[in-house]
């Protein structure tokens, strides 16, 4: 098991490498092939004159070959004064991922603001759209052809069908305009006022995870349904085992094993896009970030966001395929 931990560590640190070069290659080399000095994009306003620019690319290192300039790069993000070479100069520590000149902030401040709204959202809905999606199919598997087998499938083909940008408005219409179970409140932090936390992401949470869990749920009962028909499971049921421990430890558990795989996708991939989410109930988290930095032209940030929303990716499949030796003892083999 020790070995197949530190292969799959040694795996996630060759992906980091390959990701941290094809950034590099398209934030740094990229504005150089567009005739346009990657400094501009640094500093946030167009430099004074060419001798200013020349400084700035000597300060930054983009006169020094590319293999330099990488090393740089990395070794920035442990540190490093940033200037706009003009009035401002400001120390960057660890983990630097820049200075956004145009909000006059460390890009980590504002990673590090953002990062708790994303994460409230994806952790909460990942839980909700799991159980939910998992029960469902189970439940349409193991009576198929039932009421219960063609309503959850009905409702999961209508949940896949609808957007966040639809069904977000219409729950907000519901319970807070409608209703009034929810106050109009901006996001708190969860150990600032937990309940205020909870009323600020529980809508959210179930706009995406209504949208998961319908694809969850039609995956976990093909999944279901083939592991039910096969021999081993028959020969469960001839040995006299109970009907539970038939369907939980020897169905369900040969069935999650793909859920497992697209789960950690989905999470990792949800780090930093949630932008749809973000935008129709007002949170400020990564993808809400990344889209004003785009519009902005503001590169550190994007940058930054790019880097972190990578690193969520690789940890989430490093993860994943940690617990798949735990469900599948013969992928650690």
Known sequence: MIRFILGRFAGMILVLFIVSVVTFGIFQIGPIFANASPVFYYIGKAPATPQLVAALEHRYGFD???????????????????????????????????????QNELVSVLIGRAI???VSIIVGAAVLWLV?????GTASALRPGTFIDRAGMTGALAAVSLPIFFTGPVLLLIFVYGLGWLPTIQYASLLDD????????????????????ALYARLT????????GEDYIRT????????????????????????????????GTLIGTTVITESVFNLRGLGYLSIQAVTQQDLPIILGVTIVAALGLVIAN???????????PRVAV
Not at 194 to 211: D, E, G, M, T, Y
Not at 221 to 228: A, F, K, P, W
């Open 64 to 102: 020094q070959p590319i293999p330099v300039q990488y090393f740089n790069f990395i070794g920035g993000i442990f540190g490093k004064s940033i200037t706009d070479g003009v009035s401002q100069t400001v120390q960057c520590p660890f983990p630097c991922f820049g200075y956004s000149f145009r």
């Open 116 to 118: 708790p709204v994303s």
């Open 132 to 136: 939910g999606g998992v029960a469902v």
């Open 194 to 213: 937990p309940l205020r936390w909870l009323q600020s992401v529980i809508l959210p949470w179930i706009a995406l995870a209504f949208l998961f869990a």
């Open 221 to 228: 009962r093909s999944n279901m349904l083939e592991t039910m």
């Open 236 to 267: 469960a049921r001839a040995k006299g085992l109970d009907r539970r421990t038939v369907i939980v430890k020897h169905g369900l558990r040969a069935a999650l094993t793909p859920i497992v795989t697209i789960f950690g996708i989905d999470v």
């Open 318 to 328: 490093f993860v994943v395929d940690v617990l798949y030796a735990f469900i599948d």
